[in-house]
């Protein structure tokens, strides 16, 4: 009989407003994590991702972007969290959709990928590749805001698992 | 227990548009994998979901291997860009693939997209892009057809997949 791949491992729907979402006691059981966001913002402000909660610069990126007007790219190698984008809050109804593979998130031999498709229709693609140096499993993801915004209620995160 | 679900597979067995109708609503989130290559000299590729056509934002990236060939662009109908046609390389189909999040729930719907084709033998296209439709009703049925002349190749196919939420294996979140 096949094996299952794809796995639920977890998953929140906002009853309320909330400024931080944590997924914690992540098994280091699969090969691969999905994690999909599908939200909106109280206000403008940059969605900060993390694992395990390191906060030191380990976080290099790149990243490619479209508008539907131009496109622009940019880089570094000192960020403090998986990934810094913009998320505005111009309406209640235009939500963001954050796709995220994170790559052998459970190697003790090698640093992390993850490879993020995000965007929302009033504000345009993005494409973005980061790394996250470090040998250690991903136990731990926080998804935060930079400022004192919060995600709204009826935002949704789930994780899932890819078995190898 | 597996979170991916096959919902429906289909195959032209002749040129025509794809049109899948009563999706079920009983899953998390859609994502659809897709094999296309339009039959005429026209590339485009159009994917409609509850047969919306218009008042749709999509904003979108695409690329073609050179610098000069980035682009950005930005569409109000049910465009989504090029795909394989008729003076690509024999028997070349592209690919297309979607992920609509919260589909069957009373959110305004989103979906992000990825699309890969070329429109001859040495030019090839991807693009990526975000799509809102202006609806909050459960999407149940998908159109997927030559944008200017309505069909796609026989042999193109979809795959739809529900993906079911759910918890497993400790993993908590607050």
């Not at chain 1, 809050?89 to 994170?102: Q, V, Y």
């Not at chain 1, 790394?131 to 995600?151: E, P």
């Not at chain 2, 989130?29 to 047969?51: K, V």
Request: aromatic share 8%.
């Amino acid at each position: 009989m096949p094996s299952a791949t794809y796995i639920a491992l977890a998953n929140i729907t906002l009853g309320g407003n909330d400024n931080e979402i944590v997924f914690s006691n992540i098994p280091a059981t699969y090969r691969d994590l999905v994690l999909v966001n599908n939200h909106l913002v109280t206000t403008n402000s940059n969605q900060i991702i993390r694992f395990n909660s390191d906060s030191g610069s380990n976080y290099p990126w790149v990243y490619l972007g479209a508008n539907g007007g131009g496109t622009s790219v940019s880089g570094t190698a000192t960020s403090t969290s998986l990934l810094v984008e913009a998320v505005a809050a111009s309406n209640t109804t235009d939500r963001m959709t954050t796709i995220i593979n994170i790559l052998d998130y459970s190697a003790t031999d090698k640093h992390k990928l993850a490879l993020t498709r995000s965007g929302r229709s009033g504000q345009g693609t993005d494409l973005i590749g980061c790394r996250w140096a470090s040998l250690n499993a991903v136990h731990t993801i926080s998804i935060s805001l930079n400022n004192s915004a919060s995600f709204t209620n009826g935002s949704t995160f789930c994780l899932y698992g890819i078995a190898s | 227990m597996s979170a991916l679900t096959v919902i429906n597979h289909t195959e032209l067995g002749s040129a025509s548009q794809i049109q899948i109708n009563s999706i079920s609503g009983a899953y998390t989130d859609l994502m659809i994998i897709a094999s296309l290559r339009n039959p005429t000299e026209n590339p485009f590729i159009g994917f409609r979901l509850n047969g919306i056509s218009s008042s749709i934002v999509l904003r979108a990236i695409s690329g073609d291997g050179s610098g000069s060939g980035l682009g950005s662009f930005t569409r109000s109908d049910d465009y989504i860009g090029s795909i394989m046609h008729a003076n690509a390389t024999a028997n070349a189909f592209g690919t297309f693939t979607a992920y609509v999040p919260n589909y069957s729930t009373s959110v305004n719907k989103t979906v992000s997209y990825e699309l890969f084709g070329a429109t001859a033998n040495t030019t090839c296209f991807q693009q990526a892009g975000i799509i809102a439709l202006p609806t909050t009703a459960a999407i149940t049925s998908l159109t997927i057809y030559n944008w200017a002349s309505t069909n796609v190749s026989q042999y193109s196919s979809i795959t739809i997949y529900g993906i079911t939420k759910g918890s497993s294996g400790g993993v908590t979140v607050s």
